[in-house]
Structures are given as structure tokens and as C-alpha cells.
């Protein structure tokens, strides 16, 4: 079984809610990611989650907020997001975080932010 | 210089046809190539990865790494229109270090 799961499908928010991305994996995977990707251009890696500690694409803003309760858990919270942060957010698991080479996806929650 | 460059189509072949797909890369530590296909508005899958130099085939998909000249293809025989989608290479070095190519949207006319 080589599937991650990604709820909700679809998300719409205001620029002031709060809500959560969540992503699942029973692979027995140690590292999973988050990825952000805009239409027609490649996924961009936003964090990166392994034995439990976080990496961080610093170029991602604070209202992006992962959180990893197990290690077959991932969350991303939002918080007061904006317009340009409509995008496909992908998870993706792998074995450990020096395997990225057999990175695994998810479908993705398609966010638009009003 | 990008540091993984794609020709972003799109390509579009008829049905049977042998289609090439090429990625050139600027970094010469890279060590892991991978192809991945995504169909619209679903997420990215790994086709397959290839260490170092050579080829690798698995059914009609066939990889190709050529670390002197820093180009790696992935060649589809016999294409039909399910490998309608967009294929992103990638690659990594020392495990992590993962960097995509833009993509190649390839369609496939029956």
C-alpha cells in the first residue's frame, strides 16, 4: 500500500478563519512533507517532517504552521492567509528523510483563499 | 541558470508514437533522478528513479542519465492517451537536496 491520504479535497476560506490540512500515511514512513504548488509550475517544499523534527523552507510565512502528532500524522494549519495562497497542498511521505528519492504523494487539498 | 531546466510543452504526439522526455541540470552532485507524473488536478507519482549513470526500464517507460553531459530523459513506448499528463523530473543529492523540473505537459491524440 503506497497511498497518503489528504483531507479535506477542497477548501475554501476567508482571509481571517482558521482551518487545517491534515495528511495520513500507514506506510510505516519516518519522514512526510509539505508542498505547495501553484498552477502550471512545480511543487515547492514548505516543511519537511522527520523523527519527529521539523525542517523548514524559510522562505515560508508564519501562517503556515505544521504540526506532527505521530509519526503517521501530519497537520498544516492556517491562519489569516492571503489571496496568493490559493494552491494544490500536497503531502508526500518517505521512508526517511534521506530517501526523498521514493517520495510518495498524496492527492492534495485544492485551498482557495476570498 | 535554472538549476533543473524542462522544456514545458506542451508535446503532443499521436497514439503509438515514442515520445522523449528531457531534463538538464546544473549541479553535478545530483546523484538520484526521478520521473514523476501528474495528471491534472491530482497529485504527482513516482514512475521511477535512477542512481547515477544508465538506464532503467520498467514496461513501456524507459530512464536514461547521462551525468557527463548532465541530461537525463525518460522515453514512453507505444504512447496512449492515458499518458496524457504532465511529467516532472527531479532529482537529489546526499538523500535530500530534492529539486524538481518545471514540468512537460504531454498529450497523447488518439
Known amino acids: 500500500d503506497t497511498e497518503v491520504t489528504q483531507t479535506p479535497k477542497h477548501l475554501v476560506m476567508g482571509m481571517t478563519n482558521k482551518k487545517s490540512l491534515k495528511c495520513e500515511q500507514h506506510?510505516?514512513?519516518?519522514?512526510m512533507y509539505w508542498y505547495k504548488q501553484k498552477a502550471k509550475k512545480p511543487p515547492e517544499l514548505m516543511f519537511v517532517?522527520?523523527?519527529?523534527?521539523?525542517?523548514i523552507n524559510e522562505s515560508v510565512p508564519s501562517r503556515f504552521s505544521p504540526e506532527c502528532p505521530n509519526s503517521s500524522l501530519l497537520n498544516l494549519h492556517l491562519h489569516a492567509l492571503q489571496p496568493e495562497d490559493s494552491a494544490l497542498y500536497l503531502c508526500a511521505s518517505s521512508q526517511a528523510s534521506g530517501r526523498t528519492r521514493e517520495q510518495y504523494f498524496g492527492p492534495g487539498t485544492r485551498l482557495t483563499v476570498t | 541558470q535554472k538549476e533543473v531546466e524542462q522544456d514545458p510543452g506542451p508535446l503532443s504526439v499521436p497514439e503509438g508514437a515514442i515520445v522523449s522526455l528531457n531534463c538538464t541540470y546544473s549541479n553535478s552532485a545530483f546523484q538520484y533522478f526521478m520521473w514523476y507524473r501528474q495528471y491534472s488536478r491530482k497529485g504527482p507519482e513516482l514512475l521511477m528513479y535512477t542512481y547515477s549513470s544508465g538506464n532503467k526500464e520498467d514496461g513501456r517507460f524507459t530512464a536514461q542519465v547521462d551525468k557527463s553531459s548532465k541530461y537525463i530523459s525518460l522515453f514512453i513506448r507505444d504512447s496512449q492517451p492515458s499518458d496524457s499528463a504532465t511529467y516532472l523530473c527531479?532529482?537529489?543529492?546526499?538523500?535530500?537536496?530534492?529539486?524538481f523540473g518545471p514540468g512537460t505537459r504531454l498529450s497523447v491524440l488518439p
Open positions: 517532517y522527520s523523527y519527529e523534527k521539523l525542517s
Open positions: 506506510m510505516g514512513h519516518r519522514a
Open positions: 527531479a532529482m537529489s543529492y546526499y538523500g535530500q537536496n530534492f529539486v
